[in-house]
């Protein structure tokens, strides 16, 4: 069981950067691949990284490639979003996810994590 925990959100102006942290519990953290995800009001919930389990790997969902950074630190099982050039368009509810079936980078479908965060809410004003 990994229990997930989202901070960092808030209301920025477009422009802006956030940085969202992950922290988790449980010993066996580097057994799984991380991804954020974010959900806007009305629509599905969409991908936005993946980190590798090692850290070596990231890939990103093409909106946000170039401006989102994902990082991990797996001695201190926390996994960070670090979001630039923030747009309007941004605004969503972010969530980060563990997925024990990539090593790498190849879980893109919510439907490949098995543990959620509770979420944090990023509004980007124009």
């Known amino acids: 069981q990994v229990q997930l925990v989202e901070s960092g959100g808030g209301l920025v102006q477009a422009g802006d950067s956030l940085r969202l942290s992950c922290a988790t519990s449980g010993r066996t953290f580097g057994s799984y691949s991380m991804g954020w995800f974010r959900q806007a009001p009305g629509k599905e919930r969409e991908f936005v990284g993946v980190i590798s389990r090692i850290g070596g790997n990231t890939y990103y969902e093409a909106s946000v490639k170039g401006r989102f950074t994902i990082s991990r630190d797996n001695a201190k099982n926390t996994v960070t979003l670090q979001m630039n050039s923030l747009k309007p368009g941004d605004t969503a509810v972010y969530y980060c996810?563990?997925?024990?079936?990539?090593?790498?980078?190849?879980?893109?479908?919510?439907?490949?994590?098995?543990?959620w965060g509770q979420g944090t809410q990023v509004t980007v004003s124009s």
């Open positions: 996810a563990a997925s024990p079936y990539c090593a790498g980078i190849g879980c893109y479908s919510a439907g490949q994590y098995d543990y």
